[in-house]
């Protein structure tokens, strides 16, 4: 064990210098391991394939700009662009929550939806973000929560708050059938028949579970 002659101290862990004082510290430490472990970051643990990703990207970009300039028909690299974007942004979304996969598939199904309104507002708004693809990825969410929630054994407060939100966000179609949005009817009906017999399900069996973690959560 390392000593302080400064502090009077004895100090534990492979230092070089007094945490307290900055101080040389004397003694040996060749049996002493290090008190605070080691935190690896994904970002450092996958650095090459984050850098080939990256090059890649650029290499894509680059290309599609360039021959959008030569062929000035319609400007077809921005949506390249987007795509790419949206790639990046579903990946370090996936890698900041990939230890809460609940939270997880919810800010997934967020960011897929403003994506693809984006996306079809963009090409002349043909509908099919709302007709198809919100719809079956908040069903394909709530499946997926649920086969998850079984496989990994999660208790009923490691997700519950997560199926809420999505099941609120699989009525929110219900808003565009209304009004008269939508060409397609039988994917946003799935979508809020699955969300409902969801809440449903919750509301009754867990009822309990969700005021005692409501509570938690905001403090009431």
């Keep these: 064990m390392k000593y302080c002659d400064n502090c009077k101290v004895s100090i534990e862990g492979k230092w070089e210098n007094c945490p307290l004082c900055q101080a040389k510290l004397s003694g040996d430490d060749k049996e002493q391991e290090d008190t605070f472990p080691v935190i690896t ?9 984050f850098k080939v990703m990256l090059l ?11 021959l959008n300039i030569l062929v000035p028909q319609r400007a077809w690299s921005l949506f390249i662009l987007g795509g790419l974007g949206s790639v990046w942004a ?47 990825i908040c069903v ?3 499946i997926s929560m ?4 079984k496989v990994l054994r999660l208790h009923i407060e ?19 059938l209304l009004i008269g949005f939508l060409n397609v009817l039988y994917p946003t009906l799935i979508c809020i028949v699955g969300s409902i017999i969801s809440l449903s399900t919750i509301l009754i069996f867990e009822g309990e579970s969700l005021k005692v973690e409501l509570k938690k959560r905001f403090h009431m």
């Design 41 to 49: 970051f994904v970002y450092k643990e996958h650095t090459k394939f």
């Design 90 to 136: 579903s990946l370090i979304t996936a890698i900041n929550k990939r230890n809460n996969i609940p939270k997880n598939i919810v800010y997934q199904v967020m960011i897929i939806s403003v994506v693809v309104i984006v996306w079809d507002l963009l090409t002349g708004w043909k509908g099919w973000s709302l007709d198809y693809v919100i719809p079956f």
């Design 56 to 66: 890649i990207s650029i290499i894509i970009a680059s290309i599609s700009v360039s």
């Design 140 to 142: 394909f969410a709530m």
């Design 158 to 176: 490691d997700y519950l708050l997560y199926v809420i939100i999505d099941g609120m966000f699989g009525i929110i179609p219900i808003i565009f």
């Design 146 to 149: 649920a086969v998850i929630s």
